[in-house]
């Protein structure tokens, strides 16, 4: 609804204006992640939910990116939230958790422990 809508808005802006962005910050961010020598993925025995919003309303992570990335998990599952693209976790909130709880239930009914 519309009350929603506007607490959410307001909500954004506040974050905004505690956290500003910082594009210096986030280029030195993606430089050190280019250069940093990850852990190889693959070793992750654990099932893991990958949770992406829909491949055109994403303008931060492309299709590729997300395609290679589940490739390189051998117990991925992947859910797309339908209608959000990047922060989907913050536009839809409580779709986000239902996939989260759904994939949670999933593993303690397949007796898999979710702790490392």
Same mark, same amino acid.
């Given at each position: ?6 607490? !959410?808005?307001?909500?954004?802006? /506040?974050?905004? !204006?505690?956290? !500003?962005?910082? %594009? ?6 993606? /430089?050190? +992640?280019?250069?940093?020598? $990850?852990?190889?993925?693959? +070793? ?10 829909? *491949? ?18 051998? +117990? ?6 339908? /209608? ?8 839809? %909130?409580?779709? !986000? ?5 759904? $994939? ?5 009914? *397949? ?6």
């Amino acid at each position: 609804g519309l009350s929603s809508r506007v607490r !959410f808005a307001a909500g954004q802006v /506040r974050r905004v !204006f505690r956290a !500003f962005l910082s %594009p210096s910050r986030m280029a030195t961010r993606l /430089r050190w +992640n280019e250069a940093y020598a $990850f852990a190889d993925p693959g +070793n992750i025995a654990k099932p893991v939910l990958v949770i992406t919003g829909e *491949d055109g309303l994403d303008r931060v992570v492309s299709p590729e990116l997300t395609r290679r990335y589940l490739a390189s998990l051998p +117990n991925a599952r992947h859910a797309v939230l339908q /209608r959000t693209g990047h922060i989907g976790l913050l536009t839809r %909130p409580t779709e !986000f958790a239902d996939l989260v709880h759904r $994939f949670a239930d999933e593993i303690s009914a *397949d007796g898999q422990r979710i702790s490392a």
